[in-house]
């Protein structure tokens, strides 16, 4: 039978449990997620449940996401068109009824059958230890590694990209994590190839691109980060070292909190970050932005929602820009990036994340990020590597 993967954190976390998934062999994934996006993909608070869509499948694992699943407005979701594009079975994974419920989902998945159980995060935030100045997101990776303990569930962790959410440095996630480390070859990034193409994840990119052998300095929507040989690995852990590291895991074990508030002020209590309170306060963002002075960094593992997100961006064939335009918009930018994720490069365009496609295609794009000239000031686009 088929394994389970636990995409720990949401947002683009499916991408890196696809690829991870392939690297082990596993061709056909069940995959389960957290509804939990940035907010210019859903700008409603908190994670989704079962409630806030229509046209889920029913599972033994738990509600199941077709390409036919749409998000109740005003939500907005990536998930039923990455159920379309990612191997395998995508399953929702709901925290709206809070912690207690979620561990029972976690023991009904682990009860069907699956030889193992994968936790998969992008970037290393479930191994946080909470005071880092980075840190943007730890509620939902945590919860994950909790409902897993209270649920009895004997799982491996695994850390894909380490660092490249930007939310905990590389070197703290590599040394928390056990020396063995798996290398996806180029062919893992084929299972969440046509996904690459539109989604806005910047974390998977960085991911998939590193297999890809690309090295050097990536612009992000947040802040630059580096591509390096560790950024193409997978580090594991134990469940019971991963929770050994992450104090709000810890945390919820121990008090049991009842709702999801409840563990998202447990969780601000100990990191001084209450995810759901922010989206409350804020939108979706317009315009380049790069964090707000009285808010912490926000990475970009922190992945939110749009109502229309599940349709095929409009006029995503048409050219939006020139490679002389993009030059100059990226002109302003920090002069040593040798990369940008499609999403900054929208973003600084003033585009949203639905035209990536349609720039991907103005660039003819084909790689995980956007290369640029390394010459000096001179930030010249040219088309990215093709999937291998």
Sequence with gaps: MSELFIAAGGGGDPLGAAITAAALGVTEPTIATYAWERPEVDPTPGPLGAADFDGLERAAEGPLFSPRTRPVGPAGSTLPRLAGDLPGRLVLMDPTAGLRALAEQVFRMASCGYHRVHVVDIGGDVLTHGDEPT???????????????????????????????????????????????????????????????????????????????????????????????????????????????????????????????????????????????????????????????????????????????????????????????????????????????FRFAARALGLPWEHIPALRNALSAKGPLLTLARTGRDMGAVAGRPYA
């Design 135 to 341: 840190l943007a997101s730890p509620l939902p990776d945590a919860m994950v590694l909790a409902a897993c303990r209270i649920a009895g569930v004997d799982a491996t962790v695994y850390v894909a990209a380490p660092g490249a959410d930007g939310e905990v440095p590389r070197s703290e996630v590599v040394a928390r994590s056990e020396s063995s480390r798996i290398t996806p070859g180029a062919y893992a990034v084929e299972a969440a190839g046509a996904a690459l193409s539109w989604h806005p994840s910047e974390a998977s990119a960085l991911f998939a691109a590193a297999i890809e052998g690309e090295r050097g300095t990536v612009r992000t929507v947040t802040r630059s980060l580096e591509l390096t040989d560790d950024s193409a690995g997978v580090r594991r852990q134990t469940l019971d070292g991963a929770i050994g590291h992450n104090v709000v895991a810890q945390a919820l074990v121990e008090k049991r909190p009842g709702t999801l508030e409840e563990a998202a002020d447990l969780s601000a209590g100990l990191t001084g970050l209450h995810e759901i309170e922010r989206e409350r306060q804020h939108g979706p963002p317009h315009g380049p932005q790069h964090g707000r002075p009285h808010e912490r960094q926000q990475g970009p593992h922190h992945e939110r929602r749009d109502p229309d997100s599940h349709r095929t961006p409009p006029d995503s064939a048409r050219p939006l820009t020139s490679r002389d335009t993009l030059r100059e918009a990226l002109r302003t930018e920090p002069s040593d990036a040798s990369h940008a994720t």
